[in-house]
């Protein structure tokens, strides 16, 4: 699976700071870490960014590209801003994000095409996000067909279902699935991303790893394309690269429902399939499902 | 072609909870199906009714069609024979919300009522935390053996409930806001001091009709769904309502005892209807009119 490292961000304390500063160092040094720890694609999130973006967003493209060269994704809801990185990048880039909003169909879609970006679109429209898989597909294929209109192909569309919490809705974790399986029947070609660290708001701090492991073990199951997450979390990059071969097989047996004797495996394996099993709707969740047989 | 009606066989059981002293204990839960489908499994203890008195003041349910229920005596203990004898009301609740009275004060009003009756009694506290934490173990301690049900024991406070509960073999209601990952989060840890799960019982908290009933319908639906088809132990409890509060501070009760009568009167019948194994009413109104329509439909079921 394609990783988009999510650790440069205006939530955390160090961006935001250093980019009061206008202190590079800081940022780079998350820039540099992130690329180290192996991950394809760099996200900056300015967010709403309403004072300066523009400025802001230059300033951060320009002192990321001295020191690496990842991808990188431009994560702001504001047009300006993400103009302003676009103009600057050197590599292929992505535009994190666009939505069936009308506003971002009027002013983020255009710039994919302007710069020949790929752009990652969420199922969000006006109304909100849709409850079920059925409504998040007719959202999705009404923006997607209106960015083909635009000249945007297929290729270059990376949808973003948007994950929530497991604790607030179990089953939408669930359906999840199904809306990915759907997704590459309806729009060949298109890609998927999702922001992984969504799964876990409210989760027990010391449980969020696992949780995030293991759903990313079965998105990639079901052919999800790439996911945002914590560049640091270092069990995650291994999982990716196949390094862990032993806990893939648990999460996978427990997705095709074989069944399996936790007694022959590891208290770590255990600890997967348990939490496979919560992802994958068996059994309902509390934030104690660890301790539980 | 013959009929062949769909039977589900569930691989779940709700848990038999035993309220009250030995001779008049009252039993709840203990089924293995969903509610009313007696076509599928056994529902050994029909779904049970409390009557609430509370411990300060009481209300006036005098009706003019009615009649009846009238100048209540105001002595919480007076008040529970009255309604044990003239409606035959198997469980009383102990109501403290509101009460502008020292703690200290409401144990021994309650253990005046206890000590006066002998059948099972539900202790329900103050509703504020730092109260109840104090208020039930004291109640919990004094009547050792009386299989009280108390609470509402939340996240903030169940050790303290739950510990009391434990030395004094008492039953507890675990309280969470309309959430069943948080509910079954609770029960969790209940157990884990020491509980046993036949000594638990749900409150997802229940909103009246036209105020948000939906809700506690749905979560009580998916409790009971996880409970006996997903065979999870953790959600195996029986589940209380305590819909009595609610339902008369609606407009529609204030305005008109008839029509609050109904109000809570739906209510009760649609949570039952979903899984309550137990609700809590304030009016004996509605207590009298809801337990003829649940007699008349257990005997209806015999007769089939």
Request: charged letters at 20%; hydrophobic letters at 40%; aromatic letters at 6%.
């Given at each position: 699976m394609i990783l988009i490292g999510e650790n440069i961000n205006i939530m955390s304390k160090i961006t935001a700071q250093a980019l009061k500063?206008?202190?590079?160092?800081?940022?780079?040094?998350?820039?540099?870490?992130?690329?180290k720890a192996g991950v394809d694609y760099l996200d900056l999130n300015l967010g709403p960014a309403r004072k300066n973006g523009d400025e802001q967003m230059e300033w951060l493209v320009k002192i990321i590209q001295a020191v690496t060269k990842l991808p990188l994704s431009l994560d702001t809801t504001n047009p300006?801003?993400?103009?302003?990185?676009?103009?600057?990048?050197?590599?292929?880039v992505l535009i994190n994000s666009a939505s069936g909003k009308q506003e971002s169909i009027e002013k983020m879609l255009p710039l994919a095409v302007k710069y020949s970006a790929e752009v990652i679109i969420s199922v969000l429209n006006d109304e909100g996000i849709p409850s079920d898989a059925a409504g998040r597909a007719e959202s999705?294929?009404?923006?997607?067909?209106?960015?083909?209109?635009?000249?945007?192909?297929?290729?270059?569309?990376?949808?973003?279902?948007?994950?929530?919490?497991v604790g607030v809705n179990q089953q939408a974790v669930v359906d999840y699935v199904e809306f990915i399986v759907m997704l590459s029947d309806m729009a060949p070609g298109v890609k998927s991303t999702v922001g992984l660290s969504n799964l876990v708001s409210g989760a027990p701090a010391h449980l969020k790893s696992i949780l995030t492991c293991t759903y990313m073990i079965i998105l990639?199951?079901?052919?999800?394309?790439?996911?945002?997450?914590?560049?640091?979390?270092?069990?995650?990059?291994?999982?990716?690269?196949?390094?862990?071969?032993k806990i893939t097989e648990v999460v996978r047996k427990v997705i095709a429902e074989e069944d399996i004797d936790l007694a022959r495996f590891s208290a770590r394996e255990r600890d997967y399939a348990k939490t496979a099993?919560?992802?994958?709707?068996?059994?309902?969740?509390?934030h104690a499902w660890l301790e539980l047989d | 072609m013959v009929y062949q009606p769909a039977i589900d066989i569930y691989s779940g059981k709700i848990e038999e909870v035993i309220l009250g002293p030995g001779g008049n204990s009252v039993r709840i839960g203990g089924e293995d199906t969903l509610p009313f489908h007696s076509f599928e499994g056994v529902l050994p203890n029909p779904p049970k009714l409390a009557?609430?008195?509370?411990?300060?003041?009481?209300?006036?349910?005098?009706?003019?069609?009615?009649?009846?229920?009238?100048?209540?005596?105001?002595?919480?203990?007076d008040l529970a024979k009255k309604y044990i004898e003239e409606l035959g009301i198997e469980i009383i609740a102990l109501q403290f919300a509101g009460a502008a009275i020292s703690i200290d004060e409401m144990a021994k009003r309650a253990i005046k009522v206890i000590k006066a009756v002998d059948i099972p009694?539900?202790?329900?506290?103050?509703?504020?935390?730092?109260?109840?934490?104090?208020?039930?173990?004291?109640?919990?301690?004094?009547?050792?053996?009386?299989?009280?049900?108390l609470g509402p024991a939340k996240k903030e406070n169940y050790r303290e409930i739950a510990a009391a509960c434990v030395a004094y073999d008492q039953r507890v209601i675990a309280q969470t806001p309309l959430d069943v990952n948080a509910a079954k989060q609770l029960n969790i840890m209940l157990i884990k001091e020491g509980l046993a799960a036949d000594q638990i019982v749900i409150d997802p908290l229940s909103?009246?009709?036209?105020?948000?009933?939906?809700?506690?319908?749905?979560?009580?639906?998916?409790?009971?769904?996880?409970?006996?088809?997903?065979?999870?132990?953790?959600?195996?409890?029986?589940?209380?309502?305590?819909?009595?509060?609610?339902?008369?501070?609606?407009?529609?009760?204030?305005?008109?005892?008839?029509?609050g009568v109904l109000w809570e009167g739906i209510t009760a019948l649609c949570f039952i209807l979903a899984g309550a194994n137990i609700v809590l009413l304030k009016s004996p109104h509605t207590y009298k009119l809801t337990q003829q329509i649940l007699s008349k439909h257990l005997t209806d079921v015999e007769a089939n």
């Open positions: 500063d206008k202190d590079p160092q800081p940022i780079q040094n998350l820039a540099i870490a992130q690329t300006i801003a993400m103009e302003a990185g676009l103009a600057v990048c050197r590599n292929k999705i294929m009404e923006t997607i067909e209106i960015a083909n209109e635009l000249g945007i192909p297929n290729e270059n569309i990376w949808v973003d279902p948007i994950l929530l919490p990639e199951h079901f052919s999800q394309y790439s996911a945002i997450v914590d560049s640091f979390n270092n069990e995650l990059i291994r999982l990716n690269r196949g390094e862990l071969p099993r919560v992802l994958t709707g068996k059994v309902l969740y509390s | 009557l609430e008195i509370c411990i300060t003041k009481q209300a006036d349910w005098t009706e003019e069609k009615a009649g009846d229920f009238s100048n209540l005596p105001s002595e919480p203990a009694i539900i202790i329900y506290g103050t509703g504020v935390s730092e109260q109840d934490q104090i208020l039930l173990p004291q109640i919990a301690a004094t009547c050792a053996g009386k299989g009280l049900l909103s009246a009709l036209g105020y948000g009933m939906e809700y506690t319908y749905s979560v009580m639906e998916r409790i009971k769904l996880a409970a006996l088809v997903h065979n999870d132990k953790m959600m195996q409890m029986p589940i209380i309502a305590n819909i009595g509060a609610e339902c008369w501070k609606t407009k529609e009760a204030k305005e008109d005892i008839t029509q």
